[in-house]
């Protein structure tokens, strides 16, 4: 029986088995005869907002909530019962693992665990998500995870080295996804306003309808979008939407661009959509979630009693950058390869572009993305720009964004620009004639 994964985020409420899926948003409007969750009770929020809750998931506790429905004490019932409906869903659950937020605390574990028991599961693990969703990550070094729930987005610093471990989980409060909806709600009343003379605040049904048109209009997939709302049109452009996007999440990019090692979740990739700063991202490739459970499978489940893991081991192809000189002498490159040619590394230093014409110079041009240079008996580049994010050409090095005056070993591959220019270094031993 497969695995059930469950991952804990207010935004994307996942269960995973296998290659199926199913994920619900963490909304509930709750009637004395129903209970809608996700999308259904999303799209009836501002006709009911006295019984429409969406922060249980973060909140997990016992706040209490009024109601006349006898199935809802607090907010613990809610996040129960969601959970328990998505469930249902599935055709079985084996043994499942719990992937859960940094801010999480050892009450809100322990609770989740009692919910986890009332809906049947038989828990074997409890992981960060960070952790387990970068446990294939191949470099030593610091790096983090970008994400985003409903009320914030989390920036997890991690420390690759034996361990990949949670160094320091930052939230940044008010810049998650229903955030952003209040934002773009706000900006799209303003220019009802001034373009049709209606404020679609007036009533709770106009803003019902313009609520419903974020989830549409976000991933910005067509040049313009037209609203009606009542008996008024608006035309929005994509453009303008992106820029309210990029404006709003500014201080969220600004904190993720200290990092020269940065992945992004899938799902607030699709939020950012096209915004240049994806370009210095890796994305977590959350198709790997499986191999990595079960790679680590024995450090899951090592301990009889089950408690939050934030650390597991790691077996780093590349060596860590500051390994032992000799070390790093008997790991020394001497060819650069591009294109079937090994190119000799000598003590000049070698520009390396983007573009496909001339992509190796030993003279500096004005548009040069990066340099090799020789430095302590090994080689170390440069980028052009001096910081990751700014350069118009992106340097990844084996796929991950490069870090100016990062050390390069033999296996290393470098790769340029957006057509990919790739170049990997190499250790000839004795050239043959």
């Not at 619900?24 to 209970?35: F, H, M, N, V, W």
């Not at 409060?173 to 003379?197: Q, S, V």
């Not at 990029?246 to 990092?259: D, I, N, Q």
Request: net charge neutral; proline share 5%; hydrophobic share 40%.
């Amino acid at each position: 029986m497969a695995l059930t994964l469950i991952e804990i985020n207010d935004h994307q409420l996942t269960i995973r088995q296998g290659e199926k899926s199913w994920s619900q948003s963490g909304y509930a409007l709750i009637d004395k005869e129903r209970l809608l969750f996700g999308q259904d009770a999303f799209n009836r929020g501002k006709l009911d907002p006295g019984n429409f809750y969406c922060r249980y998931w973060q909140q997990l506790g016992y706040e209490e909530i009024t109601t006349d429905n006898p199935q809802i004490r607090h907010f613990a019932d809610l996040a129960y019962l969601q959970l328990k409906a998505l469930l249902a869903q599935c055709d079985h659950t084996g043994d499942t693992i719990f992937m859960v937020p940094a801010n999480y605390s050892q009450q809100q574990l322990s609770l989740l665990l009692g919910i986890a028991g009332s809906c049947r599961l038989k828990v074997i693990a409890v992981i960060n998500e960070a952790v387990i969703k970068l446990a294939h990550h191949q470099q030593a070094g610091k790096l983090a995870l970008l994400d985003i729930g409903l009320h914030h987005c989390s920036l997890s610093e991690l420390h690759a080295a034996q361990d990949l471990s949670l160094i320091t989980p930052h939230a940044i409060p008010h810049k998650g996804l229903h955030d952003l909806y209040k934002h773009l709600a706000a900006w799209l009343n303003e220019k009802f306003i001034l373009e049709c003379r209606y404020d679609i605040f007036a009533t709770a049904q106009a803003e019902q309808a313009i609520y419903n048109y974020l989830p549409e209009i976000i991933p910005c997939l067509r040049p313009s979008y037209q609203l009606k709302v009542s008996d008024k049109t608006l035309k929005v452009f994509a453009g303008e939407i992106k820029e309210q996007i990029k404006t709003f999440f500014a201080p969220v990019l600004a904190s993720a661009g200290e990092y020269a090692n940065i992945y992004i979740t899938p799902r607030l990739k699709a939020v950012l959509a096209t915004e240049p700063a994806l370009e210095a991202m890796a994305l977590a490739d959350e198709s790997t979630l499986h191999q990595n459970i079960h790679r680590h499978l024995n450090e899951l489940t090592g301990n009889k009693q089950i408690s939050l893991i934030t650390r597991l081991p790691l077996n780093l192809k590349a060596r860590p950058y500051n390994a032992d000189i000799s070390l790093q002498k008997q790991s020394e490159a001497t060819h650069l390869a591009y294109k079937g040619h090994a190119y000799p590394l000598t003590e000049k230093t070698l520009f390396l572009y983007g573009g496909s014409d001339n992509p190796l110079s030993l003279n500096s041009g004005e548009n040069y993305a990066a340099k090799l240079t020789r430095t302590d008996r090994s080689w170390q580049l440069d980028l052009a720009c001096g910081q990751p994010r700014e350069n118009p050409q992106p340097v990844l090095i084996n796929n991950h964004p490069a870090r100016h005056q990062q050390r390069l070993y033999p296996g290393d591959k470098i790769k340029i620009g957006r057509e990919e220019a790739s170049f990997l270094l190499l250790k000839v031993e004795k050239e043959l004639h």
